[in-house]
């Protein structure tokens, strides 16, 4: 066995997450707001990258996904920040000229602050579709020399559930209980389709070899119990998760390949209270978070009995080559895992975590999933969305003040992986 030539192996980021400096995204007012621990300088890599390619090469990486930040290059909705632009454009060729392919996200969380003091509701207003489709038509036009892989949304699900029905990230809209509403007829999944759909288009009309993908986050799911009233709602739960936004974007012919990013699974059941949306538990370790596993239980939900990642998240790697092989059986188009890691403080976990889940991946390929690249989340230590206690990152970095990079577990498991380009 082993991985297929000109497999590509190598490492995700987003920008808010590792740059440092962002104060114009919406984001860093809502932690101000929420108490949270602010984002800051996270590891500096805006004026690091340099040795964020280091590390890359150090593995022996040939891609590298990051993403641009749209708060940065557009710090007002008249102004455009070139001098950041040419950044972006340097480091895209510099990674290139070094072997390492760019895979370059549109979106990846964070907003500029001003979107939404224009437009309050965010996406549920088509003008804010508008403006990041304006923004996005700029920068794949700086780029389109150095970038021919992109991704337009990161997880469009996550992202739109923690801020339009959780109230967890900016917008802040709580429409829990208005899910379906709030998601389809409201249109608020249609705004965000149809900005992928026009920047899809924008795309290969600039580059002629341009290739296209959402990243979509898909966790393994399981009926909490056998039979087939927990088998329906885990379909309804992956229609609306997971496949919905595929779909839309497949049935335009908007998609080149898949992004998967896939971290473990959940059990999910019928919910025995009417008011529960879509009448599905979906038992996320966030879900038991929130209602402690008593009330979990009371709710009807299952957790699984796996050891489990410091975010609390299953660790089950068996589930990455399940979901790789369903999506390449659904979709009939290429795969590639822009993200898959674990947070964690152990000194050897991450070791295992990546042989399990890169032996489950040779196994999907060997069974016909056409199946491209692995990129691990995440090349250094980054900002969780509220904390830096969580530690993702193969290389761990000083934030003390030095923002020195240091190989962390994992990382010269991962370099012995990508030279043998199969599982060792
Ligand atoms: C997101 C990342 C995040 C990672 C780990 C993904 O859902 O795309 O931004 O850091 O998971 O939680």
Known sequence: MGFPDGFLWGASTSSYQIEGGNEGSAFTAWERRRGWEPCAEAADSWNRWREDLACLKELGANAYRFSLEWSRLQPSPVDFDEKALSRYVEMARTFKEAGVRPMVCLHHFSEPAWLFERYPLGWLDPRACEAFVRFGDRVVRALRSEVSDWITFNEPMVWLMNGYALGLFPPGLRRIYALERTFLKEGLLENVLRAHRELYRLIHQDIPNGRVAIAQNIVDLEPARPGSADLEALSRWDLFMHRRALDLAASAHTLDFIGLNYYTRIFVSKARLPFVPLRVVPAYAELEQITGS????????????????????????????????????????????????????????????LKGHL??????????????GYLHWSLVDNYEWGSYRPRFGLYGVDRSGSFKRSQASGADYFRRVIAANGVV
């Open 294 to 353: 008593l009330g979990l239980k009371l709710l009807g939900g299952r957790r699984g009995d796996r050891p489990r990642s410091d975010m609390g998240w299953e660790i089950v790697p068996e589930g990455l080559g399940k979901v790789a092989l369903a999506l390449w059986k659904a979709y009939r188009l290429p795969v590639v895992v822009t993200e898959n890691g674990m947070a964690d403080g152990s000194p050897d976990g991450r070791e295992r975590f």
């Open 359 to 372: 032996a489950s991946l040779e196994a999907a390929i060997a069974q016909g999933a056409d199946v491209r």
